[in-house]
């Protein structure tokens, strides 16, 4: 399975001026590659598997696998570590 990130969901709303102080919504996700491990996704984004099919992130920072092994797909589940160094990716 290819898993690739895909346009982040739409930002919310701007805060206003009377609204209070509001999280910093980041537009993009921070992508990083861990050396035989899953890609790691800081903020929201939304991943589309080979089928299509597209998953929202749901926390503050995600792993897709990308070991194509995982149990719960396309998210790491980590069973990355248990393969032989040769078959991670
Ligand atoms: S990269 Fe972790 S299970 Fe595939």
Known sequence: MTAR???PPTP?????????AQPV????PTIVMCPE???LLR???VIED?????????RPVSAVCRCNKSATKPWCDGTHKLLPKKLRP
């Open 25 to 28: 919504v980041e537009e993009r």
């Open 5 to 7: 990130p895909v346009d």
């Open 37 to 39: 491990g899953p890609m």
């Open 12 to 20: 919310a709303t701007p805060a206003t001026p009377s609204t209070p």
């Open 43 to 45: 903020g929201d984004a």
């Open 50 to 58: 080979a089928d299509g099919n597209r998953h929202r992130t749901t």
